[in-house]
């Protein structure tokens, strides 16, 4: 009983890793050049593609929230951020499908529309999500080297309560 309370409280410390993309050692390999972008190539990209350009927020829910990319969104359902709130507060025993999530947001859309995904300097969410939606069919997707970070420092747009919610 011990050990079964012992893996328990090992599991539930890794909770809030949950935020972010979990994956298997394949999608932490290093990108392709052809796989990531710098900021000054986002920004090209943005104005070049406007609505067409898909940018995913690959970090949590909370992060997103407080800033963003002016025009970034979560990558998976709402339906699954309540369902990981609630499991998280332990209301519900099963964490959410992040895969199944994210397959339901991405249905019916264009396969060959751009994408960026991003998440912190340090992070490697969005080489995570990068991937997942390369298994899922998506050709065009690049992760932002240096993250929101850069994004901001460089005084690119942002939005997000910690920025006041608008865009600067």
Known sequence: MRVLIVLLALWCATLPAMAEPIADSSHWKALDESESIDVEGLRRADEEFGAKLTIYDARSRQSYEQGHIRGAKLPLTPEFYKEQELFRLRVTNTPPDMDEALRRATDGADRSAPIVTYCDAECGASKVL???????????VRALQGGYQAWEEAGLPVSGSAVGGSSR
């Open 130 to 140: 990068l991937h997942k939606l390369k298994a899922l069919g998506f050709t065009d």
